[in-house]
Each structure stands twice: as C-alpha cells, then as structure tokens.
Nanobody
C-alpha cells in the first residue's frame, strides 16, 4: 500500500503565498513523475505543474512565473510553492504520483486534496 499525505492549503489574500507538500510512504521502490492538479467548483481537474524523475518541470500557462514545483527524492515528497496568488487560483489541489512498487509495476496515486482559497 502507498499513502499520500498533503498539507499546506489555506486561506490567503491575493498576492500572498502558500506552499503545498505531498509526502508518500509505504511500499515504494521509486517515484517517476510527480505533479499537482487542481479542481475548482464546476470545472474539470487541470494540471498545474509536474516534475519528472530527472527533474524536468512543466507548468500550466496560467501559473508560469508564479508557481514552482520541486521534489526531495529521499523523502518521496513533492512541493508546490505558490507566489502571487490570484482569486482564480482558488481550488482544491491534488498531488499525483507515479509510483514504482518493489515487486514491479507502476501505479498512479492521488492525494486527498487540500483547499486553497484566495480572497480579493
């Protein structure tokens, strides 16, 4: 089994910052891609940022220059530093990890979600 624990969401004023974290534990051999998605009420879940095993990053156009994704390999943890937050960033944020299990096979896991609310 693999468990993902997210933290760091909250309420912040426009222009403020938050840092999300997602820590994975359990039966893990390695982790390939790690990413953050978000879903606002009435909207589809969308990719915010991702980081590969080699450290290559990818960002949604709407967050480029404001958000930074990073990972700490030995902790199986991914972070999302969010600066210059805007009301339109308000959503439930989910981490997404591709985990390679010790006996083989890769599986996708989702975090439980953490709410980010940005007031104007």
């Amino acid at each position: 089994q693999v468990q993902l624990v997210e933290s760091g969401g909250g309420l912040v004023q426009a222009g403020g910052s938050l840092r999300l974290s997602c820590a994975a534990s359990g039966s893990i051999f390695s982790i390939n891609d790690m990413g953050w998605y978000r879903q606002a009420p009435g909207k589809q879940r969308e990719l915010v940022a991702s980081i590969s095993n080699s450290g290559s990053t990818n960002y949604a156009d709407s967050v480029k220059g404001r958000f930074t994704i990073s990972r700490v390999y030995v902790k199986n943890t991914v972070y999302l530093q969010m600066n210059g937050l805007k009301p339109e960033d308000t959503a439930n944020y989910y981490c997404n990890l591709e985990v390679v299990r010790p006996l083989g096979g890769s599986y996708t896991y989702w975090g439980q979600g953490t709410q980010v609310t940005v007031s104007s």
